[in-house]
């Protein structure tokens, strides 16, 4: 199993700064892509990024150029840069990661979620 911890939530103000970790324990060698998704109250759950093994990246089209997904293998982690932000942006965010099932019998695992609030 894969267990995903993400921390750095908060309050900011629009116009501001906030950054996720997500870290990985477990059976990490099953982790492919990780990602973040965010749902919003009386929203369905969205993604934000995502970011292979090798680094490739993907944003929605609603953050791109404001916010910046990264990894360390080795480390287990996965980051979630955000600037600029908007109160649109306010939302409960949550890690996820895709396993391989040659390691893994579920294939995908998520964390918990961290509230991200942005006031106007």
């Known amino acids: 199993q894969v267990q995903l911890v993400e921390s750095g939530g908060g309050l900011v103000q629009a116009g501001g700064s906030l950054s996720l970790s997500c870290a990985a324990s477990g059976s990490t060698a099953a982790i492919n892509d990780m990602g973040w998704y965010r749902q919003a109250p009386g929203k369905q759950r969205e993604l934000v990024a995502e970011?292979?093994?090798?680094?490739?990246?993907k944003y929605a089209d609603s953050v791109k150029g404001r916010f910046t997904i990264s990894r360390d293998n080795a480390k287990n982690t996965v980051y979630l840069k955000m600037t600029s932000l908007k109160p649109e942006d306010t939302a409960v965010y949550y890690c996820n990661a895709d396993l391989d099932l040659r390691y893994s019998v579920e294939d995908e695992a998520w964390g918990q979620g961290t509230q991200v609030t942005v006031s106007s």
């Open positions: 970011i292979s093994r090798g680094g490739s990246t």
